[in-house]
């Protein structure tokens, strides 16, 4: 089904209104960081659930709700405070290849951002700051994201647009921090990056979907597809083309478009 210009336009308009609803929050990992009001807790709450989220939704939500309760459900509090004995019982932790020495690994690493680089967002930023894409902040971030030392396995938990990873679950945490439009499911809590700059999150629903609506030639769920399909989208909405993922992944999961 390949549906052009303005037809399209309002289909996906109409289909992002129908997603982007509070009720879509229930069933979504994004529910997990809603469960916080902090800024800190939020944005740590939704890197960890988005850093394991692939695999069923229920299952995505289970074991994000269980590092939820590892981390005393005060993930900013745990992270800057914790000791080496605070660690140990995330030795247990497990979601598919994510095993509990990356989990720990993570708090380390996140600990070294907020107590020494200022928080995820002014690492994002700070290539955006000085006129840099997100692919390139995505890139930074990465690297600074390592610096902590580590075991070789638990790089590929951290998507490396460089060598053309989606990096869908960063990209969606991205979408969770930085869009804003009172809907009540983006946070929006980032002020610093637009919208406008924002990637879509690609997974199968979404390049399906995609590929069927002509938005996206490529085969491959890979960095190169990502801009073709976000550069697709901001035909329609320049300003806010990340909107159209609920559309997009709507469409493919609930409606096996």
């Known amino acids: 089904m390949k549906i052009i210009g303005e037809e399209l336009k309002d289909f996906l308009d109409r289909k992002e209104d129908q997603y982007n609803r509070p009720d879509f929050i229930t069933n979504d990992p994004i529910s997990i960081p809603h469960r916080f009001s ?25 074991n994000a709700s269980r590092l939820m309760r590892l981390l005393d459900d005060a993930p900013y509090q745990f992270v800057v405070e914790s000791e080496p004995a605070d660690l140990e019982d995330l030795r247990s932790f497990v979601h598919r290849t994510f095993n509990g020495d990356d989990c720990i690994f993570f708090i380390l690493s996140l600990k070294n951002i907020y107590n020494n680089h200022g928080g995820l967002e002014k690492v994002f930023n700070e290539m955006i700051s000085q006129g840099y894409s997100i692919r390139d902040a995505i890139i930074y971030f990465r690297k600074r994201f390592l610096d ?5 396995h638990v790089e590929k938990h951290i998507a490396d647009p460089s060598k053309n990873a989606s990096a869908k679950r960063i990209n969606m945490f991205l979408r969770w921090m930085v869009r804003t439009d ?20 690609l997974d199968v629903h ?7 609506l002509g938005l996206l030639n490529r085969t491959s769920n890979d960095w190169v597809s990502v801009e073709e399909l976000t550069a697709s989208l901001r035909n329609f909405d320049p300003v806010d083309p990340v909107k159209y993922d609920f559309a997009l992944f709507g469409l493919g999961l609930y409606e096996k478009f």
Request: glycine share 10%; proline share 5%; with cysteine.
């Open 38 to 62: 902090l800024k800190e807790d939020i944005e740590i709450a939704g890197f960890l659930t988005a850093a394991i989220s692939w695999g069923a939704r229920t299952t995505i939500i289970q």
């Open 182 to 201: 009172n809907r009540g499911v983006d946070f929006g809590i980032w002020k610093s990056i637009p919208t406008a700059l924002l990637f879509c999150p």
């Open 148 to 152: 902590v030392p580590h075991n070789v």
């Open 206 to 212: 979404t390049g399906n979907v995609g590929r069927k």
